[in-house]
């Protein structure tokens, strides 16, 4: 009798715990389904507050092919340089640096003996003399655009006595 008790008692512990697991498998699926659902709604919620927040129609959100009459995205501030070319060897301490970059610019050159102020002219040119030292010089070219746009490009130039 003891024997049948014990497998009653067994039998009992065991739909209790698939009960539990199965309470415990669909309370999680409430919460998962809650918050898709919440997700859902805030989502709606946001696009519909972005559309009316300027006195316009909520914002679509299907995609949409731009017109072939778009005015195109004004390039980026650059600066390049015509002369003289990266890695290039030369033979005077004097080096004219000259390229091009958005016009009416300003520009710093800055050297491994000096530094330089240049601008650049309405179509965007610029030249400056700078003085190299004896050996590998690093020259550093920066350009402030009048929108307050920066670029940079670094320039190597070996500067030697030696005849070639």
Known sequence: MVHYQML?????????FVVAIFLGLIVGLLI??????????LEKHQAGSEGTA????????????ASP?????????SVTIDQPED????????????GKTTPESTLAIV??????????????LFSQKIELVTGVNEIKIASLAPNEEQAE???TVVYTTAEF
Not at 111 to 124: I, Q, R, T, V
């Open 8 to 16: 009653f008692k067994q039998s009992s512990m065991r739909k209790e």
């Open 32 to 41: 998962v389904v809650g918050i898709v659902i919440a997700r859902q709604a």
């Open 54 to 65: 300027n006195g316009s129609s909520p914002i679509s959100t299907s995609l949409s092919t």
């Open 69 to 77: 009459t778009a005015t195109p995205t004004p390039p980026k501030h």
């Open 87 to 98: 890695n290039s060897v030369v033979s005077s301490s004097e080096l004219m640096i000259s």
């Open 111 to 124: 050297s491994e003996k000096n530094e330089y102020f240049a601008s650049s002219d309405e179509a965007g």
């Open 153 to 155: 490009i670094t320039l």
